[in-house]
């Protein structure tokens, strides 16, 4: 499959779960792909036997980061086309219980860290001829999930800024759209269900199944399935699919 070859697809959080899938799918479409993250060891692994991959560390708190990170990825792979702001943390906490710094921890990295990693990308991107940008919101950017309000408050943001920068650029040739996970199988399910499991007194499994049931079909969505989703926005014919949200949630509504 070549639909995408020569593309350069920068990925961030691209070294694990949902953001690894993506990154895996876009170069099976034959896109050059940048992941980046914080962890530049969990990057290179993942890069390892993936000649479609460049690892670079990012922080997406840290502008500057963000600044060079995304400078050595144009620099070798040129323009970024297809940006997956995926990165992102799913601290819960009830909202009496919430500070101001554990707020600002989950909106700089949810929120503020897609605004510049997404900018910074566009700077390269608004000089081609077609472009992609895709934000890895939540099902929780569409509805209120309980004990979770500041991560509800930051992914309801991010859908709020791609319907702006759709109607924004609306005469450019690039959709911005998000995608709608419910509850996939990756290690930010694994560790909300230790943390729940640790309030509620109840076991890790126990703790799982009740993200399970949130999903109405009953079983955890694979990271594919998110990836499947998010790769359609960037193939031939989805050039009119702008400013959307698309719910990849097991049936919630
Ligand atoms: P994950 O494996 O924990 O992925 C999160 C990624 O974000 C990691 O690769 C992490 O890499 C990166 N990251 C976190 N903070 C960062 C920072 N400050 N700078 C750069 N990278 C950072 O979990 P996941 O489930 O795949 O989550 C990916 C996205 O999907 C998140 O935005 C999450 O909110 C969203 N989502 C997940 C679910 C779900 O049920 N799993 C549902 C809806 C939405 P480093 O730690 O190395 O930086």
């Given at each position: 499959?070549?639909?995408?070859a ?9 070294g ?25 060891e969990?990057?290179?692994?993942a890069a ?10 990012m ?13 050595a ?19 819960g906490?009830?909202?009496m219980?919430?500070?101001r710094?554990?707020?600002d ?43 979770a ?14 319907r ?40 890790a499994?126990?703790?799982r ?42 049936g919630?509504?």
């Amino acid at each position: 499959m070549s639909e995408l070859a020569g593309k350069h697809a920068l990925v961030t959080g691209g070294g694990t779960g949902i953001g690894l899938a993506i990154a895996r799918s876009l170069a099976a479409h034959g896109a050059i792909v940048t992941i980046t993250g914080r962890r530049l060891e969990v990057l290179e692994a993942a890069a390892r036997d993936a000649p479609a991959f460049t690892a670079l560390q990012m922080d997406v708190c840290d502008p500057a980061s963000i600044t060079a990170a995304t400078d050595a990825a144009v620099a070798r792979n040129g323009p970024v086309r297809i940006m997956v702001a995926n990165a992102g943390i799913a601290e819960g906490r009830m909202f009496m219980h919430q500070d101001r710094a554990f707020w600002d921890d989950v909106m700089r990295t949810n929120l503020t860290g897609a605004f510049l990693s997404i900018q910074a990308a566009m700077r390269s991107m608004l000089t081609t001829d077609w472009g992609r940008v895709i934000a890895i919101s939540s099902i929780a950017g569409l509805r209120g999930l309980k004990g979770a309000s500041a991560y509800t408050a930051s992914k309801h943001g991010l859908i709020g800024m791609i319907r702006a920068l759709s109607e924004e650029h609306m005469r450019d040739p690039v959709t911005f759209n998000a995608i709608c996970p419910g509850y996939v199988d990756t290690d930010i399910v694994s560790r909300n269900a230790d943390t729940i499991a640790g309030k509620m007194g109840l076991s890790a499994d126990e703790a799982r199944q009740t993200m399970i049931r949130a999903n109405r079909h009953k079983r955890l969505i694979l990271a594919d399935e998110v990836a499947a989703g998010t790769v359609w926005l960037c193939l031939p014919g989805s050039d009119s699919v702008n400013g959307q949200t698309i719910e990849i949630a097991g049936g919630q509504v």
